[in-house]
């Protein structure tokens, strides 16, 4: 296992300084950033090590880093820094999950003692996770891409099979359908889990200093550049470079990219120096890069460096059978994060759910799913954008298939419960799911390993 790493985040550049070195004199290994929002580009679920930050800072703030680094992985120690005043916001954090609080000024000794504590819990949980693993136990994939029909068990099966590997992944999927949790979870079941995952939107980049973002400067090399700056992709060093949107990626600057991915170096804005890249490129795209190429907005040779594997993501609409169950698991997640009770979901409301196209996917599914959580109601069908139906006869042929559709999933695809349910003989079942086209095997049974 690497060495433990202390992330120390505080925007007081002195203090920060002087803490790092302290830090760095008891013998650890300290990476110290200004801002909370660098500090996200090292946590994942593999992070070995612990999270030092100060609360009152400009953008994002410590109560908030702590909160975003628990939705990536709860176990992962986080030390708050508080000023006299914050004391009792530093408990209320200990209440929702801080690892522990100092207050300013603190001894150096001090907060040396608790980074050491917390890191040797930190390393006991991933060695526990690391026995259990060997013992066979699974990988939360499923939990992050669920779904029993034939396309998600291919889904998690292709993505088990590349993630050891360091081949770069073309992502293709409709808004919503999961892309950036797809690429996180490649890289958090990959040997480089451990190390940077970089996030780059590629629609959102200034045209500006584009590459000054992705490649680094060197001092003097444009007006401004008062200091050396590394970019993203040397940033992430050892790790993974998501690439969001590529085929928003300007023309010119995709040429550059494809060097970078042919040669793995980079060279900084001002420099002759080529550095060596360790990483791993994921690009995502929700139009087709083919038909880009074709239109000539696309380079055909960056397209071939990146598609080596090709994972396509399918919409809601192609999986309809798995709307109910997983609305059921959304349900279950916007009750805990807003620390509600447990909710009951009609059934009528299930198949109304499955009956639904949901244009904007599982995005569009988690909105509706906090809607109901918070009491708002489910969305009016014409919001979601699906067609109306005219006829009587097809109308109540969708709402029997959902109402069957979703009890399948809920029994796990024992028909069963589901004729008694019901109240209709197993061969009347039998006979409605072959007129609908249901099939238990994709509703509800267990999916072979694929590892």
């Given at each position: 296992?690497?060495?433990?790493?202390?992330l120390l985040?505080?925007?007081?550049e002195e203090?920060?300084?002087?803490?790092?070195q302290s830090?760095?004199?008891?013998?650890f290994?300290v990476?110290?950033?200004?801002s909370?929002?660098g500090a996200?580009d090292?946590?994942?679920?593999?992070?070995n090590?612990?999270?030092i930050t100060d609360?009152?800072?400009?953008g994002?703030?410590g109560m908030?880093l702590?909160n975003r680094?628990?939705?990536?992985?709860?176990?992962?120690?986080v030390?708050?820094?508080t000023g006299?005043g914050?004391?009792?916001?530093?408990?209320?954090?200990?209440?929702e999950?801080?690892y522990d609080?100092?207050?300013?000024?603190f001894n150096?000794?001090a907060?040396a003692d608790?980074?050491?504590r917390?890191?040797?819990r930190r390393?006991?949980?991933?060695?526990n996770?690391?026995?259990?693993?060997?013992?066979?136990?699974?990988d939360?994939i499923e939990?992050?891409?669920?779904?029993?029909?034939?396309?998600m068990?291919?889904l998690?099966?292709?993505?088990r099979?590349v993630?050891?590997t360091d081949?770069?992944v073309?992502?293709?999927?409709?808004?919503g359908?999961?892309?950036?949790?797809t690429?996180r979870a490649?890289h958090?079941i990959?040997g480089?889990?451990?190390?940077?995952?970089?996030?780059i939107?590629?629609?959102a980049l200034?045209a500006?200093?584009i590459?000054s973002e992705?490649?680094?400067?060197?001092a003097?090399?444009?007006?401004g550049?008062?200091?050396a700056?590394y970019g993203?992709?040397?940033?992430?060093?050892?790790g993974?470079?998501l690439?969001?949107?590529?085929?928003?990626m300007?023309l010119?600057?995709q040429?550059?990219?494809?060097r970078v991915?042919q040669e793995?170096?980079?060279?900084?804005?001002g420099?002759?120096?080529?550095?060596?890249?360790d990483?791993?490129f994921?690009a995502t795209s929700k139009?087709?890069l083919e038909?880009?190429?074709?239109a000539?907005?696309f380079r055909?040779?960056?397209?071939?460096r990146l598609?080596?594997?090709t994972l396509?993501?399918?919409a809601?609409?192609q999986r309809r059978?798995?709307?109910p169950l997983?609305?059921?698991?959304?349900v279950n997640?916007?009750?805990a994060?807003?620390r509600r009770?447990?909710l009951?979901?009609?059934a009528?409301?299930?198949?109304?759910?499955?009956?639904r196209?949901w244009p904007?996917?599982v995005?569009?599914l988690?909105?509706?799913a906090?809607?109901?959580v918070?009491?708002?109601?489910?969305p009016?069908?014409?919001e979601?954008g699906?067609g109306?139906?005219?006829r009587?006869?097809e109308?109540v042929?969708e709402?029997e298939?959902?109402?069957i559709a979703?009890?399948?999933?809920?029994?796990?695809g024992?028909?069963k419960?589901?004729?008694?349910?019901l109240?209709?003989?197993?061969?009347?079942l039998?006979e409605k799911?072959?007129?609908?086209g249901l099939d238990?095997?994709?509703?509800?049974e267990?999916?072979?390993?694929?590892?």
């Amino acid at each position: 296992m690497r060495p433990a790493l202390v992330l120390l985040v505080d925007d007081e550049e002195e203090l920060r300084r002087s803490t790092a070195q302290s830090l760095d004199l008891a013998g650890f290994s300290v990476r110290d950033l200004s801002s909370a929002e660098g500090a996200l580009d090292f946590i994942t679920q593999g992070f070995n090590g612990v999270v030092i930050t100060d609360i009152r800072m400009p953008g994002m703030d410590g109560m908030t880093l702590m909160n975003r680094v628990r939705d990536i992985d709860p176990d992962i120690p986080v030390i708050l820094a508080t000023g006299h005043g914050d004391v009792q916001l530093a408990v209320k954090a200990m209440r929702e999950g801080a690892y522990d609080f100092i207050e300013k000024p603190f001894n150096s000794q001090a907060l040396a003692d608790v980074a050491a504590r917390a890191i040797d819990r930190r390393r006991l949980v991933l060695e526990n996770r690391r026995l259990r693993a060997v013992a066979g136990k699974r990988d939360d994939i499923e939990a992050r891409l669920p779904g029993r029909t034939q396309a998600m068990i291919d889904l998690r099966y292709r993505l088990r099979a590349v993630a050891p590997t360091d081949a770069d992944v073309l992502i293709i999927g409709d808004t919503g359908t999961g892309k950036e949790v797809t690429a996180r979870a490649l890289h958090d079941i990959s040997g480089r889990a451990t190390k940077p995952f970089i996030a780059i939107n590629c629609a959102a980049l200034p045209a500006n200093l584009i590459e000054s973002e992705l490649f680094g400067h060197e001092a003097g090399s444009f007006p401004g550049a008062l200091r050396a700056r590394y970019g993203k992709f040397e940033h992430a060093r050892g790790g993974t470079v998501l690439l969001d949107e590529i085929g928003s990626m300007p023309l010119d600057l995709q040429a550059k990219l494809l060097r970078v991915i042919q040669e793995r170096v980079i060279t900084r804005l001002g420099s002759n120096e080529a550095v060596p890249l360790d990483v791993r490129f994921i690009a995502t795209s929700k139009s087709d890069l083919e038909a880009e190429v074709i239109a000539g907005r696309f380079r055909a040779d960056l397209l071939y460096r990146l598609n080596v594997v090709t994972l396509r993501l399918p919409a809601l609409a192609q999986r309809r059978a798995d709307v109910p169950l997983l609305f059921l698991q959304l349900v279950n997640e916007a009750t805990a994060r807003y620390r509600r009770d447990d909710l009951e979901v009609p059934a009528p409301m299930l198949a109304d759910i499955a009956r639904r196209d949901w244009p904007g996917n599982v995005r569009e599914l988690r909105n509706a799913a906090e809607r109901f959580v918070l009491g708002l109601g489910m969305p009016e069908e014409s919001e979601t954008g699906a067609g109306q139906t005219t006829r009587l006869a097809e109308r109540v042929a969708e709402f029997e298939r959902g109402i069957i559709a979703g009890a399948l999933r809920v029994s796990g695809g024992n028909l069963k419960p589901v004729y008694e349910a019901l109240g209709i003989s197993r061969k009347t079942l039998y006979e409605k799911m072959q007129k609908y086209g249901l099939d238990k095997r994709e509703l509800g049974e267990n999916e072979p390993d694929g590892t």
